[in-house]
C-alpha cells in the first residue's frame, strides 16, 4: 500500500479545505517546500499535491514551487489541479513529476484525456472526484451531471495509468474515506486506485489494506497529518507493515 502525504497549496501556502470549500480553509506556517523536505525526512517516497490556485483558474499556478518540491526531496511526485492544456502537462513531466492529474478537463473533454494518455505514456493520471455518485469539476464548484461509473466506463481503455478517487462529502472531514465507493471504482477501473477523502487515523489505513482489493494501490493523507491525528513516525511504519 503506497502512502502519499498531501499538500494543497494556496497562496504559496500549505492549506487544507473542507469538503472542497475555499471560503472554509485552514492555513498552516509551514511552507510547501518544508513540508516536502519532512515528508522525505520521515521516509516516504511518494507525495501527492494540488494546486489550488490553479485549479480555480484552470493555469499553473504555483508550478515555482513544485520545481522546488522535484528538485529539493526527490519524491515521486503527482500534482493536479488546473491542467487543462498539453502544454502544462509537459511543463510537469519537464520539471520531474511522475504523474501529472487530469480531472475537470478531461471530464469535460474525453478527446483532451486520450489525446494525453497517448504523448505521455505512464505519465497520465485521473482524478475523479465524486459526490452522490456524481463527478464535480471546477474546483468542486460545478456537478457534471455524470455518473462517476459510467464516465469510467467510456475512459477505460484510454491509456490511464492511474486513478484518484475522492468522495468530497468525506473530503477534509476525518470521518474516514468512502471504501465502499472507491471499492466499485477499482473494480470497474483498468488501472489503479488511489483512496482519496476524510482518512482521520491510522485504523483508516489498515482498513484499506484489509480491503485486499489488488487494484487499490495507495492512500492519501492530508489534513489528518496537519492536525496531529496521525504521527507521521507511525504513519510511515505503515509502508512496510
Keep these: 500500500m503506497k ?18 470549500d475555499f471560503d472554509n480553509k485552514t492555513e498552516y506556517k509551514i511552507s510547501p517546500v518544508e513540508q516536502a523536505e519532512k515528508y522525505k525526512d520521515h521516509g516516504f517516497i511518494n507525495l501527492h ?26 519524491l515521486k511526485i503527482e500534482v493536479g489541479g488546473g491542467i487543462r492544456n498539453i502544454d502544462s502537462i ?38 475523479l472526484d ?3 455518485g456524481h463527478l464535480s469539476v471546477s474546483g468542486w464548484k460545478e456537478n457534471s451531471n455524470q455518473l462517476t461509473l459510467n464516465f469510467l466506463k467510456e475512459v477505460n481503455d484510454y ?10 462529502n468525506q473530503d477534509g472531514m476525518k470521518q474516514g474515506p468512502n471504501y465502499e465507493e472507491t471499492s466499485k471504482v477499482a473494480n470497474t477501473s483498468n ?11 491510522i485504523d483508516d489505513i489498515k482498513r484499506a489494506k484489509e480491503l485486499n482489493n489488488n487494484n487499490i494501490e495507495g492512500i492519501i493523507v492530508g489534513k489528518a497529518i496537519y492536525d496531529g491525528d496521525i504521527n507521521l513516525d507511525e ?4 509502508l512496510d507493515a
Design 90 to 127: 509537459k511543463k510537469y513531466t519537464d520539471a520531474g513529476v511522475e504523474k501529472v492529474i487530469l480531472g475537470s478537463a478531461a471530464i469535460k473533454d474525453k478527446n483532451f484525456l486520450k489525446e494525453a494518455c497517448e504523448k505521455f505514456p505512464n505519465k497520465i493520471a485521473l482524478g
Design 3 to 20: 502512502i502519499f502525504p498531501a499538500i494543497d497549496i494556496k497562496d504559496k501556502k500549505c492549506v487544507r479545505l473542507i469538503r472542497g
Design 130 to 132: 465524486a459526490k452522490d
Design 159 to 168: 491509456g490511464v495509468s492511474r486513478l484518484i478517487y475522492t468522495d468530497i
Design 49 to 74: 499535491i494540488v494546486d489550488l490556485d490553479g485549479a480555480l483558474i484552470g493555469k499553473t499556478v504555483n508550478l515555482d514551487i513544485i520545481k522546488e518540491i522535484v528538485k529539493k526531496s526527490n
Design 235 to 238: 504513519l510511515v511504519k505503515e
Design 191 to 201: 488501472c489503479p486506485v488511489i483512496i482519496s477523502g476524510g482518512v482521520s487515523s
